[in-house]
């Protein structure tokens, strides 16, 4: 098998995946404003997370080679403009369907983003960190209270916030029950120091949760050197050269 290609079939293997799931969700389930339950919320988040290890596993001296950054970054920006701009200003006056593409574009902005620092030679880890981040951010109900605070609401139902968030499914599902707004904001919080736990804790507590990561590294290490006269100086130079990437 040709080497490239086998350095790159987790890439294509998890961007197959993640784009098989998307289509069957796109084409095969109901396009519904409404998370139905749990197990729903869970699957349609499956294509992101294939997506976002595919990039973080893809083969970044190959697309530099290929300069593949001149057509990817173009690309995802015409899905964007292209696709879903028409589509919002279609669907202005019909909101399920509006609320639906804007939910469908926004996970797909966090990994054109992630894609962007990763073909700019960012790290896997700094890449998984942006892309789940991210994703918490948008779960987490922020931007339900977003909408409650940045715009004139006085004279709707929203004015002032309501008591019970009853249009928040999505949180629902997670709760078991429509969240109350004290409950809404503790969950979102929650989400929040989740997310800045996942984008800025240090990478060696990572490590720790990775047990593959431990095996890889012992499976690789070299053989310590002879301990001669004229390489006594390199094990310090080594350490040094050996302080762990977020990878």
Sequence with gaps: MNQVLR???PFLGLMVIAVALAGFIWFGL????EVQS???FVFKLLPFIFAAEAIARLDVELFKRVQAVRLLIPVCFMVFFLYFVPKIFFYMDDHPNLYYHVLTVTPFLILAFALSHRLGGGTPGNARRLAFGMLIIMVSGAEDLAFLTVNDLRGTDFYPIPEVWSWASHMEVRLGHPPTKNEAFIFIAVHLLIAAFVLFAPTRWFEKLNPWRKKAAATSAPNPPV???AN???PVAVKTAAKPEDS
């Design 7 to 9: 350095r790159n079939l």
């Design 30 to 33: 109901p396009h519904d404003r």
């Design 38 to 40: 749990l197990w729903i």
């Design 227 to 229: 301990e001669t006269a």
């Design 232 to 234: 006594e100086a390199e």
